[in-house]
C-alpha cells in the first residue's frame, strides 16, 4: 500500500515538473501550451484526481516563476471545472476526434470563465468583461487548435507508456 502510494506521488510530482518546464519552454508562444492537453489525457489515463494535483502544481509553479497574481487562483479554479467537465464526458467515447474536438471546445471555455474572472479581479465587472474576452480571442483560438492538435499526440504517448508498464 505505502509503496503504490509513493509510486503515485512519484508520478504526480514528475508530471507537474515537466508539464510546468513545458509551459515555461513554450512561454514565449501565446496560449500554445501543450499543458491544457496534457491535462485532459492525465485525466483519462491516470485519473481525475492525479490530473487535478498536476494541473494544480504546474500553475503554482508556474506562477511563481511567471508571475505570481490572483489570476492563477482562478486558472486553478477554471481549469479544475473544464478538467471535471472533460473527465465526465470522456466516458462517453474513446473516439479520439470526438475527444479532441471537446478539448478544443473546452479550452475556449477556458477563455470565456478566465475572462470573466480576470474582469473581475481587475475592475471591469461582472458586466465588462465581453471586451476583455473578444480582446483575447485570438489567443483563446490560438488556446483551442493547439490542444486539439496536441491531445493526440499526448494519448498517443501516454498510451504506449501505460502498457509498458
Known amino acids: 500500500m505505502r509503496k503504490k502510494l509513493v509510486y503515485r506521488l512519484a508520478i504526480i510530482a514528475i508530471l507537474a515538473a515537466l508539464s510546468s518546464a513545458l509551459r515555461i519552454w513554450m512561454a514565449a508562444f501565446p496560449n500554445v501550451k501543450p499543458i491544457t492537453a496534457m491535462f485532459f489525457a492525465f485525466a483519462i489515463v491516470l485519473g481525475l484526481s492525479d490530473s487535478l494535483w498536476i494541473m494544480a502544481l504546474t500553475m503554482l509553479a508556474t506562477g511563481l516563476l511567471l508571475g505570481f497574481s490572483p489570476l492563477v487562483l482562478g486558472q486553478i479554479i ?4 473544464i478538467i471535471v467537465i472533460f473527465k465526465g464526458l470522456s466516458v462517453l467515447t474513446d473516439n479520439i476526434w470526438f475527444l479532441s474536438a471537446l478539448t478544443a471546445l473546452l479550452a475556449m471555455i477556458f477563455g470565456v470563465l478566465i475572462s470573466f474572472i480576470s474582469g473581475m479581479i481587475y475592475g471591469f465587472g461582472a ?3 465581453v471586451g476583455y474576452w ?3 480571442l485570438p489567443f483563446d483560438l490560438a488556446h483551442a487548435i493547439s490542444t486539439f ?3 493526440p499526440i499526448v494519448m498517443l504517448i501516454l498510451r504506449r507508456i501505460k502498457t509498458l508498464k
Request: charged share 0%; net charge neutral; glycine share 24%.
Open 127 to 129: 458586466g465588462g468583461f
Open 78 to 81: 477554471v481549469y479544475a471545472i
Open 149 to 151: 492538435i496536441f491531445f
Open 134 to 136: 473578444l480582446a483575447g
